[in-house]
């Protein structure tokens, strides 16, 4: 089974995240929406397949990250998240929340072995 198939997004905690946003929109050309900022790309096995990776700025008292108290969080696509929760679990993985299904995907949060939140986003479009 294929796990981690790419990165889904990268999300961090920051004093003032309209200044970041305007600051990296500024000097970087990150161009930002309500969600921070999408990268657009194709699968290179697949290229009529579109994939997306997401920036983002968090506000420094977020609980989103929770129960992690790193100042950023790391989104991974994957494939068949039910299956990869299932083999994660048989590893003594800590699994945070149940899988939320959204319009646009499956998600789910676990923990590294140093306390680093993870989410994992099973795209709808895969």
Same mark, same amino acid.
Request: hydrophobic share 35%; with cysteine; glycine share 8%.
């Given at each position: 089974m294929k796990?981690? /198939? #790419?990165?889904? #997004?990268? &999300? &961090?905690?920051? $004093?003032?995240?309209? #200044?970041? $946003?305007?600051?990296? %929109?500024? $000097? *970087?050309? *990150?161009p930002q929406t309500e969600y921070g /900022? /999408? &990268?657009?790309? +194709?699968? %290179?096995d697949n290229p009529e397949k579109e994939g997306s990776t997401s920036w983002c700025t968090f506000p420094q008292d977020t609980k989103y990250f929770n129960p992690s108290e790193k100042p950023f969080m790391i989104n991974? +696509?994957?494939e068949n998240l039910a299956a990869l929760i299932d083999e994660l679990k048989k590893e003594n993985v800590t699994i945070v929340d149940e899988i939320a299904e959204y319009d646009y995907g499956k998600f789910v949060h676990i923990l590294d072995p140093e306390g680093n939140i993870i989410e994992l986003w099973e795209p709808a479009d895969e």
């Amino acid at each position: 089974m294929k796990k981690v /198939t #790419g990165i889904g #997004g990268v &999300f &961090f905690k920051c $004093n003032d995240p309209k #200044g970041m $946003n305007d600051w990296y %929109a500024k $000097n *970087l050309g *990150l161009p930002q929406t309500e969600y921070g /900022t /999408t &990268f657009e790309w +194709r699968q %290179a096995d697949n290229p009529e397949k579109e994939g997306s990776t997401s920036w983002c700025t968090f506000p420094q008292d977020t609980k989103y990250f929770n129960p992690s108290e790193k100042p950023f969080m790391i989104n991974y +696509r994957v494939e068949n998240l039910a299956a990869l929760i299932d083999e994660l679990k048989k590893e003594n993985v800590t699994i945070v929340d149940e899988i939320a299904e959204y319009d646009y995907g499956k998600f789910v949060h676990i923990l590294d072995p140093e306390g680093n939140i993870i989410e994992l986003w099973e795209p709808a479009d895969e």
